[in-house]
């Protein structure tokens, strides 16, 4: 039989092979997007407790942001707070346990919120309009130090070079306000370079890394982006891609987002190392977007768009980040005995 396949195989024409293949692989493709599209939408769509956490933190985070901003806005944020009003509501009203983190770092949120104001002798004028007594009581009882903001001095950054891998990971924190101090290329190529030992599968090494300098263009791409609204333009903004022409089979369609975000990650710390601050931003969006942003950049169609990555100096004052608390690590760990 095998005898048999080898010498059909041996007299079909190579065109024909290759177009026998592509239908087999368009018809696997059709049946795991298929797939895809169930285990999505069904996350997306169900009010299952891990869904209301994550409208929870997206709201959160968001006001975290705003409370670490240079130029602070009195009153920002209203949009944020419907939201998390709203996610609130949702996560009561399923009877979710009070002591879950995320719920509790939802309102500390509001709390530092409120604080933060205070502080100005500003009032928050959105707060008792938007919550419902009961929460803002929460509110009240919550633990600040779950949420807010922390303070990174320019020191902290000084002697990147001489630190572990552990001080490097737990230090590094997204940075979003720089100072006016341009960036050297070369720490930058540095950067890159160390995250060119970032492994990739069978080292088919997919990954691009876009530098954008000029200023227009980056004003345009982060327009775009949506995601760094109200901050400076950085000295820099790195685009992060991977071409799909690195990959052979529908099994891997979605490969290039996994070795696209492992070197991402290497950039981020690589760009510690260098001492430099960097944020990464998400290149989530619609597929009209993503043209545009493919047609301004020159980026090949079969490239995926992993991420963007603002990088600049730490401004001499020091500079306030939102504090992103995590989870516990056990909250993460299932044990298969
Ligand atoms: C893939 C990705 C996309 C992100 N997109 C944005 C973004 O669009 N805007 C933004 O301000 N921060 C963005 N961030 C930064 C996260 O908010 C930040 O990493 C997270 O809150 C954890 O905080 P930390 O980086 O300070 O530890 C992004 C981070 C990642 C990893």
Known sequence: MNYLKNAVKKVVPQKMKTK????????????????????????????????????LMFAAHSIEKGLSHENFRPNFGENA???????????????????????????????????????????????????????????????????????????????????????????????????????????????????????????????????????QVMETILNIQGGYKGYKLPAILLLVSTDNRAFVSVNERNEGFID???????????LEYEGLGACALNAMMNHTKEQEIKRILNVSEFENLIMFIVVGQIPDEGVKCPKSQRDDYQKIMRVIQ
């Open 20 to 55: 026998y293949r592509v239908m087999r692989e368009k018809k696997v493709l059709k049946t795991s997007y298929n797939y895809d599209y169930k285990k999505f939408i069904g996350a997306i769509s169900s009010n299952t407790e891990a869904q209301i956490e994550s409208q």
């Open 81 to 215: 707070l419907l939201k998390l009003s709203k996610a609130l509501e949702t996560f009561n009203s399923y009877g979710f346990s009070k002591s879950n983190i995320r719920y509790k770092i939802a309102l500390s949120s509001l709390k530092n919120y409120k604080k933060y104001h205070e502080e100005q002798e500003i009032e928050p004028v959105h707060l008792n309009h938007i919550f419902s007594v009961d929460i803002l009581n929460e509110v009240k009882l919550s633990d600040e130090h779950l949420s807010g903001t922390i303070f990174l001095e320019k020191e902290d950054k000084k002697d990147s070079k001489k630190k572990n891998f552990y001080e490097i990971s737990q230090e590094r924190t997204s940075i979003r306000e720089f100072s006016d101090v341009e960036v050297d290329m070369k720490s930058i190529e540095s950067a890159i370079n160390i995250s060119m030992k970032t492994p990739t599968v069978c080292n088919r090494q997919p990954n691009r890394v876009y530098i954008i300098k000029n200023k």
């Open 260 to 270: 696209g975000g492992l070197f991402s990650m290497s950039l981020l710390y690589a």
